[in-house]
């Protein structure tokens, strides 16, 4: 340990996209979140280029690692454990972090602890709002992901109730963002676009929503029809040579998305009987479906749990505190030849490396 009677501290690196995320964490208390982002160089393909994230990540690695040190007042021998995303996400972006993991593991000596991105997104809140309930449910809802998690012990056990069977809901914010002409990625902008607009001048699709979807998909989610119609609204419009009201139809869009997402939330606290909610991923920044999920929670008597924006978007510190959180709980730390896995699922929180 690194100083006497002090918790453990613990590096945390994230790569699974276009963030360099580096995260530096002792017990529940945040103490460095450095960030590079390359989402600039991805910006003008509407989308991000894995070699493109990739190279970036390279560059950026070590200087990042300094910054969250520098920001910190540690230095890299003081650190207990190297936590890092070993999946899911792009696989070249994830091997990068891995690779720098393993060989800071090595250099200091100290066990490497390769983590879910999903689970390090639900772990991330015990770092403003201390331990997490066991269990509680998480509304997990990211670029690549929407589920519900049932989350017994977000370092061994977390299970799926549902998932999106298409598109994700950030997915969906940045395919509408596109078709309205906005920035990359999309959720930050239909957000801003939606704040001047109407939710009600447009009623969009809530998917798998009706008495018969909810009988066979209760608690998956479908994005993709949403998608469809607000593209196909646009496209008559545009037809039509008619002006599109861009704040009108990302408010309208963002409603069908946050409704769906905080009324099949409630309803997996309801059928579990669980009475903690945490939000978690990219889009729990947006501010509508944290206001949304606070009044529903509220009216059904859940406890809300919410990382702050910042938090809530790719960052090494949610992987410093899951990594920590398993550092205390005693897990077996991944062997060194842990692999990246892009297609990582959320049953699995830890990857243990090896054939056996
Ligand atoms: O968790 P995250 O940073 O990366 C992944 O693991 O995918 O999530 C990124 C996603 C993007 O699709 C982005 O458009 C969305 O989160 N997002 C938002 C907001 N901020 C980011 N969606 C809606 N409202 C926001 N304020
Ligand atoms: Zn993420």
Redesign the pocket.
Known sequence: MSRAGDQPLVLGIET??D?TGVGLVRGHTLLADALASSVEEHARFGGVVPEVASRAHLQAMVPTVHRALAQAGVRLADVDAIAVTAGP?LAGALMVGLAAAKAYALAVDKPLFGVN?LAA?VAVDQLEHGALPEPALALLV????SSLLLVRDVTAEVTELGRTLDD????A??KVARVLGLGF????Y??RAARQGDPEAIVFPRGLSTPRDLATHRHDFSFSGLKTAVARWVEARRRDGQDVPVADVAAAFQEAVVDVLTRKAVTACRDTGVGHLVLG???A???R?RAVAQARCEEAGIVLRVPS?RL???NGAMVAALGAQMLARGREPSRLDAPADSSMPITQVLAAGGAG
């Open positions: 699974s996209c963030e996400g991105h997104h990211s670029g690549g992901h994700a809901a950030g997915e914010f940045d990625p999309g959720g930050p239909v957000e991923g990219g889009v920044a947006n501010s479906l924006p809530c978007t790719d």
